[in-house]
């Protein structure tokens, strides 16, 4: 069984940095991709970012594309989100999730490719 653990959200203004932590347990961290994704209220969990299971390839919603960055320490069994330039409109839950398939060549974007999640992390952006 595999738990993941989120923190380091909370309620800053618009301009300021977050950096997110994804703590997994388990010895399989290393051999999948993993992803960030957010739900704000009254809408659909979307992707954010993903990074490929040896930290080679990302990949990025284009709402986020040069503010958000996506990063693993395989050895600490963690991934990051770092958060700069925020605005009101990310406001949301951030949950990290862990690609269903070890060793995927490509970076998917469904939130049904992901198979364990974790319990979220509130990030409240005020104007």
């Known amino acids: 069984q595999v738990q993941l653990v989120e923190s380091g959200g909370g309620l800053v203004q618009a301009g300021d940095s977050l950096r997110l932590s994804c703590a997994a347990s388990?010895?399989?961290?290393?051999?999948?991709?993993m992803g960030w994704f957010r739900q704000a209220p009254g809408k659909e969990r979307e992707f954010v970012a993903g990074i490929r299971w040896n930290g080679d390839s990302t990949l990025y919603a284009d709402s986020v594309k040069g503010r958000f960055t996506i990063s693993r320490d395989n050895a600490r069994n963690t991934e990051y989100l770092q958060m700069d330039s925020l605005k009101p409109e990310d406001t949301a839950v951030y949950y990290c999730?862990?690609?269903?398939?070890?060793?995927?060549?490509?970076?998917?974007?469904?939130?049904?490719?992901?198979?364990?999640w974790g319990q979220g992390t509130q990030v409240t952006v005020s104007s």
């Open positions: 999730a862990r690609d269903g398939s070890p060793f995927r060549r490509v970076l998917v974007t469904s939130p049904r490719e992901y198979d364990y």
């Open positions: 388990g010895r399989t961290f290393s051999s999948y991709a």
